[in-house]
């Protein structure tokens, strides 16, 4: 907010076109609005409003645009370093007018930078350790305090002296700060705790810790992020993203908060600011998965009313992680009355409750336990994660679920054990993942749940911003609190392995997984066929079976249905899928012609769809339940999701809950049976040639030339999926519209309760 409280500036980080925008508050309308190359959380008026300063992100600078009747100018700009790949990325900042310095924290270097103005030099840099989210300068502007991201304390800095003068340590992942208008107090957002951390200035220590939560749980899943203070100050305001709401406290008493209840919000708000009696919430994601019914494809805009065929304009292709668009809630400041009613909404909203934390909702007898400490017929847990493909483009062709022939690519022809599995156990034509992409797809997959770090940058990497894909293991910023689901597994004292999952040929990616990666398995690797990965996995489940030790739990990565395109000389996007295809079948049969076939289940998932397209909704994928105790023969219509898969393997194996999300999932209890039937899984032979390459040169493999295989989702996502299309359907085909729309929950109770 300008000092003036005339303007309110915006920026706006997704992963297509970045902006910045002016809004009249009082008014209620858009002022102007500049497109701007890079940028990332760190926005701020210099203090006669002349100036706004905001982060050039992986450009590694900072931008100072000249404001002017209300409309955003020219920029100067303030350079910390070279652009991506040198790593700095500024975050927060905040602005001394009067010493003519401004500062600014980074997450990539860890560092605060301190600039002189008149000079647009760096004059000072100092090394804090940790990845830094925000700075906030306290209102007699001697003391910085800076929150540490990746290092669960908050920094005060003495603007005088030039040092790091306290450490005060705070929640996980402490993110926004907001100071009192007297400098007395200073609150600091704890993402991964659901928490707001009360700092005494005088004492420098936390006087009292505020739980943001709906109900009292310690489950990640509220994703604290975003605070402000009513003009009294009396209340503060707290943006849970997870929650899609805030959180409302009286802070009167320092010390001795009170909850007042909640506001609902749009999707995942990030920043809530207050201007006299109104809220102003910016939600990141705005308020559903959206439709994209022309794309991804090469198109034009005709008028307000839609897209079509055209030119190639990847601006306006509606790729997944275009599809939300911000929006700003502006709300009236409630009344009491109006406060209660907001707060039933919420909880009417928000599917989780300590009751199904405690026990899920299922059926006597089935061999899914309700809760934790039941026991389960099924002692073996497969879980098989694969790369990338929507429900449509596998199983389109399905007549018996919901599928759309047009969009199916890769059919029965060319994936036979797909269908084959679908149909001898259960078609699952309503499963969603929770992900959008790879990055938040293997998190999202293993713990159910991505972080606020994950959330919030990938997609700059996505949109060809810079930035390293370090979100499976290789970041410690990017793990849940309490780790993933093999953390979960050594806490309980189960026995554990993973096949190439946050692990390959025998080196973990973290703690929990060291000694219990399969040696000779390889992760992500495109050049390598996921038949030979299973024959790897063959030998090891035998030597396992000899001495009894095959485990509990098994995590298997077979991804080559993520294709490489029409890269020549590289494996065609058709035997691609038909080696996935293959290797699933093998892996089954395998384990189903077991000894232990008859206490096993798998279960089988995308890690996210983001390459491709579904008439249902860019989450849709196929999944499987495979298991002597599914309903055989069954199609099941329910609506499913990654977190019910991890809910239901939790139940099975006895673990808690590792967010809110899995909590509050619907697990598959009602694709199980309480009758094993125990016929084992026949895999069908390929129709297609596994070692068939690309060798056409065309203009898909000239565009396949420059795409990076070598890791997930480094190759465009746009252009793959075009050319994975004319790959099948031929070079000079029009790929034809996705149809794209949200998808809703909706729990209708009768009177005995019933769902």
């Not at 370093?81 to 990539?108: C, F, H, M, Q």
């Not at 503060?236 to 320092?254: E, G, Q």
């Not at 691609?576 to 289940?601: C, F, M, P, R, V």
Request: charge should be neutral.
């Amino acid at each position: 907010m300008s000092h003036d409280k005339q303007m309110l500036a915006v920026t706006n980080n997704g992963q297509s076109e970045q902006v910045i925008q002016l809004i009249d508050p009082k008014n209620e309308k858009l002022l102007d609005e500049v497109s701007i190359a890079k940028s990332w959380y760190g926005i701020r008026f210099s203090d006669d409003d002349k100036k706004l300063y905001v982060s050039g992100g992986n450009d590694n600078i900072i931008l100072a645009y000249a404001i002017a009747g209300r409309k955003i100018g020219k920029a100067d700009t303030l350079t910390l370093g070279k652009p991506w790949p040198v790593k700095i990325s500024p975050a927060g900042l905040d602005i001394n007018n009067k010493t003519n310095r401004l500062y600014t924290v980074t997450k990539e270097d860890s560092a605060l930078y301190v600039f002189d103005l008149k000079t647009k030099a760096v004059v000072k840099k100092i090394d804090l350790q940790h990845e830094a989210y925000s700075c906030l300068l306290s209102p007699n502007k001697l003391k910085l305090y800076i929150s540490l991201w990746g290092g669960a304390k908050l920094l005060v800095y003495n603007t005088v002296t030039g040092k790091i003068g306290s450490e005060i340590p705070t929640g996980n992942h402490p993110n926004e700060i907001v100071c009192s208008k007297n400098g007395k107090y200073v609150y600091v957002a704890n993402a991964n705790d659901n928490s707001v951390s009360v700092i005494s200035t005088a004492t420098n220590k936390v006087i009292e810790t505020i739980s943001a939560t709906l109900y009292p749980t310690k489950l990640t899943g509220s994703t604290t992020n975003g605070l402000a203070l009513s003009a009294d100050e009396k209340l503060l305001y707290i943006a849970n993203a997870d929650n899609n709401c805030l959180a409302v406290f009286n802070v009167s008493v320092p010390g001795k908060s009170v909850s007042k209840g909640f506001i609902p919000t749009g999707w995942y708000p990030t920043n809530v600011k207050t201007y006299g009696s109104k809220i102003l919430v910016a939600n990141g994601k705005g308020f559903a998965s959206m439709a994209n019914p022309q794309g991804p494809q090469p198109i034009k805009k005709t008028d307000n009313s839609g897209y079509q065929t055209g030119i190639t304009d990847k601006k306006k292709v509606q790729y997944i992680g275009g599809l939300f668009k911000g929006t700003l809630s502006i709300i009236d400041q409630p009344s009491e009355a109006r406060l209660n009613t907001y707060s039933k909404q919420v909880y009417a909203n928000t599917p989780f409750s300590l009751q199904v934390e405690k026990e899920a909702k299922g059926e006597d007898g089935n061999p899914i336990p309700m809760k934790k400490g039941d026991v389960s017929p099924i002692k073996h847990v497969f879980y098989i994660i694969k790369e990338n493909r929507t429900y449509d483009q596998v199983l389109g062709d399905m007549k018996e679920g919901n599928g759309d022939t047009s969009l199916c690519i890769f059919p029965e022809r060319v994936t036979p054990n797909h269908h084959a599995l679908a149909r001898q156990f259960v078609l699952l034509d309503n499963f969603y993942v929770d992900a959008e992409v790879s990055a938040d797809g293997h998190n999202w997959s293993m713990a159910a749940y991505a972080t606020d770090y994950v959330e919030k940058t990938w997609p700059i990497s996505y949109g060809g911003r810079g930035g390293t894909y370090d979100y499976e293991g290789s970041r410690k910023i990017a793990f849940p609190k309490d780790g993933f689901i093999w953390d979960y597994c050594k806490r309980a004292g189960l026995s554990y392995r993973t096949y190439g999952e946050f692990g390959e040929n025998g080196k973990a990616n973290i703690k929990a997984l060291e000694g219990r990666v399969c040696p000779g398995y390889d992760g992500f690797d495109l050049d390598i066929k996921d038949v030979d990965r299973v024959k790897v996995f063959k030998h090891d489940f035998d030597s396992l079976m000899a001495i009894n030790q095959v485990p509990q739990f098994s995590s298997i990565r077979i991804g080559n249905d993520h294709t490489s395109g029409q890269k020549i000389g590289k494996i065609s996007p058709i035997a691609a899928l038909a080696d996935n295809d293959l290797a699933l079948g093998q892996l089954i049969e395998y384990i189903s012609k077991s000894s232990i076939w008859n206490e096993t289940a798998i279960f089988v998932l995308e890690d996210d769809a983001q390459n491709g397209p579904d008439h249902i909704d860019a989450h849709r994928s196929p999944a499987f339940v495979i298991s002597p105790y599914v309903k055989m023969g069954s199609v099941n219509h329910t609506m499913y999701s990654t977190s019910g898969i991890l809910r239901t393997m939790e139940l099975i194996l006895g673990l808690p809950p590792m967010s809110q999300y899995d909590a509050a999932a619907l697990p598959l209890f009602n694709c199980f049976s309480s009758k094993p039937d125990l016929k084992p899984y026949s895999s069908l032979g390929s129709n297609i040639d596994l070692n068939l390459r690309n060798i056409a040169v065309n203009t898909s493999s000239k565009r396949s030339e420059s795409f990076n295989f070598a890791k997930e989702d480094a190759a465009p996502d746009l252009d793959l999926n075009e050319v994975v299309w004319k790959s099948v359907k031929g070079e000079d085909s029009v790929m034809p519209a996705p149809r794209r729309s949200a998808f809703v929950k909706l729990e209708l109770k009768s009177d005995d309760d019933e769902d």
